[in-house]
């Protein structure tokens, strides 16, 4: 059974929104760092954004500050990533990440360092 289980991918058009949820089980995250990460075939994974345990330091980055609002529910153990105004460029398969060390840090570490992550959901933005 997977820690880490996101949902709310699937096809869009431009212009549209989705909500992405990663839901912990097995365990509890409300003392991790989580963040979201997304990853197209043949490139790296690249960082989103990142949300403190106790919800309150949040950190994008640079091209996703716009459209893209991070946050947690510890009580349900889960995390959203609301993404508006979607381009066929967000086209990708987004990952939920846990990490004990501080949120910030989850833009800068290698992914393969980070604790625990999710099998991911595929976004598809159609033009």
């Known amino acids: 059974q997977e820690e880490l289980v996101e949902s709310g991918g699937g096809l869009v058009q431009a212009g549209a929104s989705l909500r992405l949820s990663c839901a912990a089980s097995?365990?509890?995250?409300?003392?991790?760092?989580m963040g979201w990460f997304r990853q197209v075939p043949g490139q790296e994974r690249e960082f989103v954004a990142s949300i403190s345990w106790s919800g309150d330091r949040i950190y994008y980055a640079d091209s996703m500050k716009a459209n893209f609002t991070i946050s947690r529910d510890i009580a349900k153990n889960t995390v959203y990533l609301q993404m508006n105004s979607l381009k066929p460029e967000d086209t990708a398969v987004y990952y939920c990440?846990?990490?004990?060390?501080?949120?910030?840090?989850?833009?800068?570490?290698?992914?393969?360092?980070?604790?625990?992550w999710g099998k991911g959901t595929l976004v598809t933005v159609s033009s």
């Open positions: 097995r365990r509890t995250f409300s003392h991790y760092a």
């Open positions: 990440a846990a990490d004990l060390r501080p949120a910030q840090a989850m833009s800068i570490l290698r992914p393969d360092d980070l604790n625990y």
